[in-house]
């Protein structure tokens, strides 16, 4: 395997020699060029075939923000993962890169002391991570699976390693009463891209899981309701999902739904981490199947790992729906990739195709309150 091309982008000379320092330690990874700014990077970009841009925040001239839009106007799909401070204009900027196509982002320490540990220990694995995604991605397209490919699919007969599978193609007439949503890498962007097309007036709330750190979410709901077609909120504990709104966990707090007597409330909750992750989709995913039984529609967006799996079966046995983002339109389809390959999506769509089918599959109600 050929080493990992890198592209280092940040306006301290002194963070660019300690980055090609400790990157170049690593016998995996090269670093074949730098910029000390986003106009002199977009240059490089031109001279030089990189695998991935580690890209600073506030830069003179052109900032990170500027650079990564035009990377992305160009058309260039490669790793993009920011590199920024922990302070709140870092935080909003951050976000705001991952709503217009940044892969990830890693925070810079505070302490010079904590650069080193930060970066072998976060960024490397990331940078690894990222790259390999995007090669399979790349490399695999007799695996890929698309909307039409999957329509054209006949249902399959069960078996017994993979009853449920049967299943593939079938839309409920069961009424939707909650639409829940699971994210990770790749997930602002595509949920920017979903709740700027989505209909307003649902009939049912949404509740999402997004692979985000405290602080990030609630700067994310901000966005999201912005911008977006509908009324966005972290979520608090003990609220009432309430239709045509939707909700997102908070930062390292696992969200799910329970039923009692005054009707449905979010519970938020530190249990530990699920696939090392808290919130985790199948959390609330789980839960969202115990509460509403068949009146679910599961959603599961572009993400590495398998988070959301488990208790997408969940919600395929208690009769409710799931329809997954498809590969050619994911940053990573580690997380609908697995629900697909399980044989448990209802459906698989581009993302631009997504709101339209939930607002098929969910209905919307007379309701004309502001969305704002």
């Not at 991605?137 to 999957?150: D, M």
């Not at 069961?174 to 699971?182: G, H, S, T």
């Not at 509908?230 to 239709?243: V, Y």
Request: hydrophobic share 40%.
């Amino acid at each position: 395997m050929s080493k990992i091309q890198l592209l280092v982008v940040d306006d301290s000379s002194l963070m660019r020699r300690a980055l090609v320092q400790l990157l170049s330690q690593d016998p995996e990874l090269e670093v074949v060029a730098t910029a000390a700014n986003g106009r002199i990077a977009l240059s490089q970009l031109d001279a030089h075939a990189v695998d991935a841009v580690l890209l600073d925040v506030e830069m003179p001239d052109l900032n990170g923000l500027e650079t990564l839009q035009v990377i992305r106007d160009r058309g260039l799909n490669l790793p993009v993962i920011m590199f920024s401070t922990l302070t709140r204009p870092g935080v909003r900027t951050t976000v705001d890169s991952l709503l217009i196509g940044a892969t990830d982002y890693v925070m810079k320490p505070d302490r010079r002391d904590a650069v080193e540990s930060s970066i072998q220990n976060t960024l490397i694995p990331k940078i690894k991570q990222h790259v390999a995604a995007f090669r399979e991605q790349q490399t695999s397209p007799a695996n890929r699976v698309t909307a039409n490919e999957f329509a054209s699919q006949p249902a399959l007969a069960p078996t017994d390693q993979q009853e449920n599978t049967a299943n593939r193609g079938r839309v409920s007439s069961a009424q939707i009463e909650i639409v829940v949503i699971a994210s990770s890498t790749g997930g602002p962007n595509a949920l920017m891209q979903l709740f700027t097309r989505i209909p307003q007036h649902l009939s049912a709330p949404i509740l999402i899981v997004q692979h985000m750190p405290p602080v990030f979410t609630q700067q994310l709901a901000y966005r999201l309701s912005s911008k977006g077609n509908l009324i966005t909120r972290e979520a608090k504990h003990g609220e009432r999902p309430d239709p045509g709104e939707v909700r997102i966990a908070p930062g390292d707090f696992h969200m799910a739904v329970t039923r009692t007597t005054q009707g449905c409330q979010t519970h938020l909750n530190q249990d530990p981490p699920e696939h090392s992750c808290r919130p985790a989709a199948d959390v609330l995913f789980r839960s969202a199947a115990e509460a509403y039984g068949a009146g679910v529609l599961a959603v599961v967006l572009t993400g590495m790992g398998r988070d959301g799996l488990s208790g997408a079966e969940v919600i395929q046995q208690a009769g409710g729906q799931i329809i997954v983002q498809d590969q050619e339109s994911c940053t990573v389809w580690g997380m609908p990739g697995a629900v697909a390959t399980a044989g448990l999506a209802d459906g698989i769509y581009p993302l631009d195709e997504i709101p339209y089918e939930i607002a098929k599959r969910v209905g919307r109600c007379n309701s004309r309150r502001n969305p704002k």
